[in-house]
């Protein structure tokens, strides 16, 4: 159980255009999901919260009109990485919290944005 | 605030070796404290975790304890096989308030690589 996917796990697009990363709690309700960057040899660094139904919380120096972040529903969450640029290219990884259980996250398996 | 310092990679082993990887952190309050693991191409898995001092973690033959008194939780596994190659995060997460959903800190991460 505690099962979460991202969609898609790689994508590239041209600099300029816009990208929507999915991230689904498959076997559970996720009260919270939360959205990470990786950057290589780098360790995963928190860009924002979102609670179902609710504006998400961004950490400082993430620009919120840029990392477009939507949480739908208890299952859903959606990043939209708007007019992308070659240093958005990287690793972006999804966890959501379950609901009933304190303080595990369960992480998705990552998307590969390369901007071209 | 809150921060999260492992030993920095590479770490290469023998098959059968024995291994540490350090952990220290620093933080206010009564965190929780967590090592996850990144196989090659996929995302983060929980490895082990302790929700408070003195507590061990284990699971599939790591082990890591909660040491207040030196802010460590050094994970340990007394014999490694080629199939623990992965990069390996610790990582921290504040209790917070009742009910409220927690950030999880990660340390820069350590690449093991175990020969045969």
């Known amino acids: 159980g505690a099962v979460v996917s991202q969609h898609p796990s790689w994508v590239i697009c041209k600099s300029g255009t816009s990208v929507k990363i999915e991230c689904r709690s498959l076997?559970?309700?996720?009260?919270?999901m939360f959205w990470y960057r990786q950057f290589p040899k780098q360790s995963l660094m928190l860009m924002a919260t979102?609670?179902?139904?609710?504006?998400?919380?961004?950490e400082q120096g993430v620009e919120k009109d840029k990392f477009l972040i939507n949480h739908a529903s208890l299952t859903l969450s959606t990043l939209t990485v708007t007019s992308a640029h070659p240093e958005d290219s990287s690793f972006y990884i999804c966890s959501a919290t379950h609901r009933g259980l304190t303080y595990e996250q369960y992480f998705g398996p990552g998307t590969r944005l390369t901007v071209t | 605030g809150n921060s999260v310092t492992q030993m920095e990679g590479p770490v290469t082993l023998s098959e059968e070796a024995f291994l540490t990887i350090n952990c220290t952190y620093t933080a206010t309050g009564y965190p929780s404290l967590f090592w996850y693991v990144q196989y090659p191409g996929e995302g983060l898995q929980l490895l082990l975790k302790?929700?408070?001092?003195?507590d061990k973690g284990s699971n599939k033959g790591f082990e890591a304890t909660y040491r207040k008194e030196t802010t460590s939780f050094h994970l340990e596994k007394g014999s490694v096989q080629v199939s623990d190659s992965a990069v390996y995060f610790c990582?921290?997460?504040?209790?917070?308030?009742?009910?409220?959903?927690?950030?999880?800190?990660f340390g820069k991460g350590t690449k093991l690589t175990v020969n045969p």
């Open positions: 302790a929700t408070k001092a003195d």
């Open positions: 076997d559970f309700q996720a009260t919270t």
């Open positions: 990582a921290l997460s504040d209790r917070g308030t009742q009910g409220g959903s927690e950030k999880l800190v």
């Open positions: 979102s609670n179902e139904g609710s504006k998400a919380t961004y």
